[in-house]
């Protein structure tokens, strides 16, 4: 039976797009996300655990214990529902939970649900299951160079008109018949950019870790799910998205004492913000606008790692 992970890690994952929307603004007409200071491409953290959880659905056929929790279309209090019914024999939901009842639907939550016991879940709902906070946390992807958002017209060959009184298929076809050919066709619209790399960042406790039961094999479903997640995740507004490169820091301690060297992994050896410091990533000479992956240089400054920390590639 694989073991909750006893190491604290930090990670950054390197993702590109090309021609597409990596992550449409809704509030900006589906424009993809930008910092208007800078005009650097943002990915928020909502976006990259979607496209975790549907890798795991799929890979894991959404059953327990790697079932979803927050799948698309659904209502959350459904679930939170079943783990009252399965932890208590008594569940009456027309009276609030106690303390306790609360604690066993959270636990049974974690057990049964990868994306609970991964990034925790606000389950406060309907009959209350508590909330959990995750021992994966991620922040929000920023592209290495600016990146140009790009609002372009397209024609559909086809339009979806109500016509009016159309009673059945024929009234439909006779009012096609009707119309000049220009008048069936409309103009519709896509944002996209040309390109953008962009780096995200990423926290695993060992300690929240423990709080939610997430182990050894939960962590290597989450590389696997990380690395591969646009791979099934394509469409015509994404353009081509790569996960290129995963960069893990993993805390192991340094302490000849066994007891003292376990609790050093667990807190860490070293300041995240200073382990992201030593990777860097630059154009390669000559590149003004970059379009691919190989138009960058990525290094990590391997000499300057902590003691007590080992570097990882996935």
């Known amino acids: 039976m694989s073991k909750v992970i006893t190491n604290k890690y930090e ?5 590109d797009c090309e021609n597409g929307n990596p992550n449409g603004d809704p509030d900006a007409a589906n424009a993809p996300r930008i910092d208007p200071e800078n005009m650097h491409g943002l990915v928020s953290d909502v976006a990259v655990k979607r496209r975790i959880r549907n890798y795991v659905q799929l890979a894991k056929e959404n059953k327990s214990p790697f079932s979803i929790f927050i799948e698309q279309a659904t209502n959350l209090n459904r679930p939170i529902f079943i783990a009252h019914e399965q932890t208590n024999s008594e569940f009456d939901p027309s009276k609030s939970a106690n303390k306790k009842e609360v604690y066993a639907a959270r636990d049974w939550m974690c057990k049964n649900f990868y994306d609970v016991r991964t990034f925790g879940a606000v389950m406060s709902t309907g009959a209350n299951a508590g909330q959990v906070r995750g021992p994966i946390q991620i922040a929000f992807s920023s592209s290495v160079d600016p990146v140009l958002p790009m609002d372009l017209s397209v024609t559909r060959m086809a339009v979806t008109e109500n ?10 076809k006779k009012w096609e018949d009707d119309q000049p050919e220009d008048k069936l066709r409309t103009i519709g619209r896509k944002n996209l950019i040309p390109y953008g790399l962009y780096v995200g960042k990423g926290f695993i406790s060992a300690h929240l870790a423990e709080d ?10 989450f590389w696997k799910a990380l690395k591969n997640m646009y791979e099934h995740d394509r ?33 860490g050896c070293a ?22 992956f190989s138009d960058y240089v990525v290094t990590i400054d391997e000499a300057n790692i902590p003691s007590g920390v080992e570097l990882l590639r996935k």
Do not use: C, W, Y
């Not at 990670?11 to 993702?15: K, N, Q, V």
């Not at 016509?163 to 439909?172: I, L, P, Q, R, T």
């Not at 300041?271 to 691919?292: C, Q, S, T, W, Y």
């Open 11 to 15: 990670f950054m994952f390197l993702f």
């Open 212 to 221: 939610t039961g997430f182990t050894d094999d939960d962590l290597n479903l």
């Open 271 to 292: 300041p995240a913000h200073k382990l992201f410091d030593l990777v860097n990533i630059e154009k390669k000479e000559g590149v003004d606008a970059p379009r691919k």
């Open 163 to 172: 016509v009016k009184g159309a009673k059945n298929s024929e009234d439909f």
């Open 235 to 267: 469409s015509s507004s994404k353009g081509l998205m790569t996960v290129h490169d995963i960069i893990v820091f993993k805390h192991v301690g340094t302490d000849s004492d066994q007891t003292q060297r376990i609790q050093q992994s667990l807190l």
